[in-house]
């Protein structure tokens, strides 16, 4: 577990799913960008909803270690 700003480069170990559009922004394996990142802190202040990541609060995320 990781801060998610910390996350950047990191193979993610969850899904994070943005509401709208509902469709996974990024999926377990796939490798966080920091535009993912700055996507979803952007979306949150516009109100979006996210779903999929355990941290309800969206401070931190589950990788996967190489």
């Known amino acids: 577990r990781v ?5 950047i480069g990191k193979i993610s170990g969850e899904y994070i799913i943005p509401y709208p559009p509902g469709i996974s922004l990024i999926s377990p394996g796939e490798i966080i960008s920091e535009e993912i990142i700055t ?11 996210v779903s999929g990541i355990k941290d309800t609060n969206l ?4 990788i996967i270690e190489k």
């Open 59 to 62: 401070e931190f995320i589950d």
């Open 3 to 7: 801060k998610l700003k910390d996350s």
């Open 39 to 49: 996507y979803i802190h952007q979306g949150i202040k516009n109100g979006m909803i």
